[in-house]
């Protein structure tokens, strides 16, 4: 029955990794402790191995459709390094139980952002919309050539039928969003660059995670990349910082095979699952299912962490 259920949940993981570039990883170390039976130090270096193989399938498709941006994505993997390292020597001297209970922080923070976020009309970019849906609609109007009607950070236009009386054959586009081309790179774009890459590389060594829920974010809101760009982004930093932090802990000499592979594989699966559910799921939709899982997967591990340090 664990098994079932593990395997289930690295589904749901790889799937949130392909689907949104980020987020389902946080959900690796709790399942590994709570389900699979690993200790919390065995946990984080699995996970590395787990998110790594997982984002790195990931970034080969969505690179093949144009969607890494490679200087952007091993500028973040760079500035991350030395973040990594910290958060790795930190990782070796915390007690596993404190480690679970402030892993469980972290996984509320993340799930509330991640529920805040989708109260803000301007929160995901438009070419998050199912492709169904941003495909002009099939009415009989003139469709100008001029106007383009494709998404990743073009400008969206929507053909709808004006009211009758307006003459036969007529049409007006509808502009669903701007243009989302991304902004020229400059000194406060860089500074914030290595910041956030710093601070996910932190996080990846500490604690496994591969940081999706604030490279995504950081790209698309502050560094102005289109969602699609952005998520296939995310997955080479991630692959690149659960890469670093795995050197720094020595290599995989220290996981069980046994069980981490067949993980992955579920993993994996689900990466290349998350691409067309992406197509056609909003990604609001996505995002919503996943905060509400993160939150509760925080509320169980910080319950079962807290009862064992109560007992020690």
């Known amino acids: 029955m664990d098994l079932i259920v593990a395997t289930v949940l690295a589904l749901l993981i790889g799937l949130s990794l392909g689907a949104v570039g980020g987020g389902g990883s946080i959900l690796a170390v709790p399942v590994l402790v709570g389900v699979v039976g690993l200790t919390a130090e065995q946990a984080t270096a699995s996970s590395l191995v787990v998110v790594g193989i997982a984002s790195l399938v990931g970034v080969v498709t969505h690179a093949r459709a144009g969607r890494v941006d490679l200087r952007a994505g091993l500028g973040f993997a760079v500035a991350g390094i030395a973040g990594s390292f910290v958060g790795t020597r930190l990782n070796e001297g915390i007690d596993g139980d404190v480690l679970l209970l402030g892993f469980a922080a972290l996984m509320v923070l993340v799930g509330t952002r991640m529920l805040q976020s989708l109260r803000r009309p301007d929160a995901l970019p438009v070419d998050d919309l199912p492709l169904e849906r941003l495909r002009p609609d099939p009415v009989p109007v003139e469709r100008p050539s001029t106007l383009p009607r494709y998404r990743d950070g073009a400008r969206l236009h ?45 996080l990846t060594g500490l604690f496994g995670v591969g940081g999706g829920f604030v490279i995504v974010p950081a790209l698309v809101l502050v560094l102005g990349f289109p969602m699609t760009v ?83």
Do not use: E, K, M, Q
């Open 230 to 312: 952005a998520t296939g982004t995310s997955l080479l930093v991630i692959a690149l910082n659960a890469g670093v932090a795995l050197a720094f802990r020595g290599g995989v000499g220290a996981v069980d095979w046994a069980v981490v592979a067949p993980f992955t594989a579920a993993a994996v699966l689900g990466v290349l699952a998350g691409r067309a559910v992406a197509d056609r799921v909003p990604t609001r939709h996505l995002t919503a299912a996943l905060g509400l899982l993160v939150l509760a997967v925080a509320v169980w591990t910080g319950i079962d962490a807290a009862v064992a340090l109560a007992a020690t």
């Open 158 to 202: 929507r053909y709808v039928s004006t009211p009758d009386g307006a003459g036969a054959g007529a049409g007006a586009a509808v502009t669903i969003a701007g243009p989302t081309t991304r902004p020229a790179w400059d000194g406060r774009r860089v500074a914030l660059l290595i910041a956030t890459g710093t601070g996910v590389g932190f």
